[in-house]
């Protein structure tokens, strides 16, 4: 799994936030990062770790917000496969018969997929 920052996302967020507002205010209101460096931000410039986490505490988000995650096949299956044996309201065998079904759902679309 890869996960990278969401720039525009976080730029258009931030763009929307501010609205008609300049930018050096903005850029009192968070507090320690500069109407440049803000400018940088929304044109989709990657920030440095304190001043994101600054832009994130401003916009009331948390910073995973802004990732991309791209899952391959694999890590969906290792995901669900995870999560099911972590359930303590899951009787352990209940699991495992979920995650037999999951195995054979993929190794079916697999099989579906070659034929093609």
């Known amino acids: 799994m890869s996960k990278n920052l969401d720039t525009e996302k976080l730029s258009d967020l931030l763009r929307s936030k501010r609205g008609s507002r300049g930018l050096r205010l903005i850029a009192t209101e968070i507090g320690g990062v500069s109407a440049s460096t803000l400018s940088r931000i929304e044109q989709g410039n ?59 759902a993929y190794e079916s679309a697999d099989k579906y997929i070659k034929k093609k």
Do not use: G, Y
């Not at 969906?76 to 979920?98: C, F, G, W, Y």
């Open 46 to 104: 990657l920030p440095d770790i304190e001043t994101f986490l600054k832009i994130c505490s401003w916009l009331e988000v948390a910073p995973d917000f802004f990732t991309k995650t791209e899952l391959t096949k694999t890590d969906s299956k290792n995901q669900v496969i995870a999560h099911l044996r972590a359930d303590r309201t899951l009787p352990v065998d209940t699991a495992e018969a979920l995650i037999q079904m999951i195995n054979l």
